[in-house]
Each structure stands twice: as structure tokens, then as C-alpha cells.
């Protein structure tokens, strides 16, 4: 079963209605690319999958969003635990400025997930390598997340999100302040990632889109215009 399912998604900012009636599913075994042109909705209906719209007041969201069955718009929905669970990474890299260790460790410590320091060293490490950047960083774990390349940022980020035990993992746009060399190596991350969680990535680049996704969602002034396998 698809690890994500939206059925008749609206999304209004105020009386301005930025989704219209978008349905979706979202797997493990597919990576979803979301396209099509500025200001369509792609980052607003990615938002909504891990409620980061619930951030700006006028954002209002109606039909159904479900992760493994459990509606993520309910009242006894833990916001706090969800965004941990659909896992998010930006356009700009966003580290804390904090060691590369506390940018991935402080997700762990909050939720409890690490009984010590070995375990915590344990969960660094690992986050460190599914995000391919382990043998870079290893030796210099206690620098500044924010003093390495844009790119390394951007792998940093992806660990941090990878801390945390995410079922998803939702990217919106995560190379465009990339170099080509940078973006290269992104996308082969999440060829690697491709299976262990369900992947979404927002990008207006169609090359992007057939490079990384089995499946495209094309948007267009709010409606999903066509969807299906990546061409
Ligand atoms: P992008 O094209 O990368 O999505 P935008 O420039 O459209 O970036 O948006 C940047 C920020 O401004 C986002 O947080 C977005 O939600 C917000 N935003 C975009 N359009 C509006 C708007 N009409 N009114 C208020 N905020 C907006
Ligand atoms: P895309 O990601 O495809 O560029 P967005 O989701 O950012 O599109 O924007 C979709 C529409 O919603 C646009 O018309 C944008 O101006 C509007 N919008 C986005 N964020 C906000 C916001 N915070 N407040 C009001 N309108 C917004």
C-alpha cells in the first residue's frame, strides 16, 4: 500500500484557492516528481503532506491526507512527531549553526531515539552515510555544518532529516542553489535512498524529473494536469 494517499486535496490561502481537488499516492518503491511552472502549487501541495502550511495563518487545507492509514489532518495528529516522519529538505540548505554531530544528532535527542553516547555516535554515523557524506565529515565532526559547500550542506540536511527515522522524505527543489557537480551528486543520493523511504521531489527542471522519478505529478495553476509514470 502507498505509504502517503491524498484524495481531494483543496488548498485556500484566504479566499485565494492555490490546490484544487488533487489526489495522489506516494510509495516507497517510486520516487514522485512534482513539476510544472512558478506559482502552480507545487511547494504549497508539498507542504501540506508534512503540514508545514500550518505555519502561515490565511493556508487553509480540506479533503483527506493519510500516512499508513492514520489522517494526518486529525486532531489527535502529533504535528511535532509527523514532521519527523515526513521529513523535509529545502531549496536553500538550511544547517543549524551548530557541529556537523548536533545538526544530526538533535533530532535523535529530541524524540528520544538514541540511549546514550555510543548509540548516538551510532546514529551520526549511519545518518552521515546513507547521506553519502560520512568520509567527507568524519574527521572534522565537531566543525561548523554551515562552514562546508553548499552541496555538503544540502547532504547535511538530507542526514538530519535521515536522524529521525523518516517514512518520508519530501524535497522541494533541492539542487537549485546547487552547482552541477553538487546537484550530480544529490541525485544519485536519491537514487540510493530510492526504497527505503518514499521520496518527493518539487523541481521545474523536466530533466531533473525524468533523471531521479518513476513518477511525475504535473501541476498547473493548482490542478495536477497529468499524472503517471515518468517518460
Ligand atoms: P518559490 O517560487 O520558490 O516557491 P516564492 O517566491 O513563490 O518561492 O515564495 C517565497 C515565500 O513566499 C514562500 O514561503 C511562499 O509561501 C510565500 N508566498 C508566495 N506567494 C505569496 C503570496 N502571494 N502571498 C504571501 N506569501 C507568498
Ligand atoms: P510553486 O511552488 O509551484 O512555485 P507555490 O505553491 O509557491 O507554487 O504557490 C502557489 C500559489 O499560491 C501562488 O499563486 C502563490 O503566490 C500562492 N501562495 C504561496 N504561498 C502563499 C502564502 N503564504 N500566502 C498566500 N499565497 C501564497
Not at 520516487?31 to 493556508?59: E, H, Q, Y
Not at 556537523?100 to 545518518?127: C, F, Q, T, W
Not at 521520496?199 to 495553476?221: E, K, Y
Amino acid at each position: 500500500p502507498p505509504k502517503m494517499e491524498a484524495r481531494n486535496v483543496d488548498v485556500f490561502y484566504g479566499a485565494k484557492q492555490a490546490i484544487k481537488n488533487v489526489s495522489i499516492d506516494v510509495g516507497m518503491e517510486n520516487v514522485t516528481a512534482f513539476i510544472g511552472p512558478s506559482g502552480c502549487g507545487k511547494s504549497t501541495f508539498l507542504r501540506t503532506l508534512n503540514r508545514m502550511n500550518d505555519t502561515v495563518s490565511s493556508a487553509r487545507v480540506t479533503g483527506e491526507i493519510t500516512l499508513d492509514g492514520d489522517d494526518i489532518y486529525s486532531p489527535e495528529m502529533d504535528v511535532v512527531q509527523l514532521r519527523a516522519r515526513v521529513g523535509m529538505v529545502f531549496q536553500k540548505p538550511n544547517p543549524f549553526p551548530k557541529s556537523i554531530y548536533e545538526n544530526v544528532a538533535y533530532g535523535p535527542r529530541i524524540h528520544g531515539l538514541a540511549s546514550g553516547k555510543a548509540d548516538m555516535d551510532a546514529i551520526v554515523e549511519k545518518s552521515l552515510r546513507r547521506a553519502g557524506l560520512w568520509d567527507e565529515v568524519k574527521d572534522r565532526l565537531s566543525e561548523s555544518g554551515t562552514a562546508m559547500s553548499g552541496g555538503q550542506q544540502q547532504r547535511l540536511c538530507i542526514a538530519r532529516a535521515i536522524a529521525v527515522e523518516p517514512e518520508v522524505i519530501l524535497m522541494d527543489e533541492p539542487c537549485s542553489a546547487l552547482d552541477p557537480i553538487a546537484t550530480a551528486k544529490i541525485e544519485e543520493l536519491i537514487h540510493e535512498l530510492r526504497g527505503r523511504y518514499a521520496i518527493v521531489i518539487v523541481t521545474h527542471n523536466m530533466q531533473q524529473a525524468a533523471r531521479v522519478s518513476q513518477r511525475t505529478a504535473f501541476f498547473h495553476l493548482g490542478t495536477l494536469v497529468e499524472y503517471g509514470d515518468t517518460s
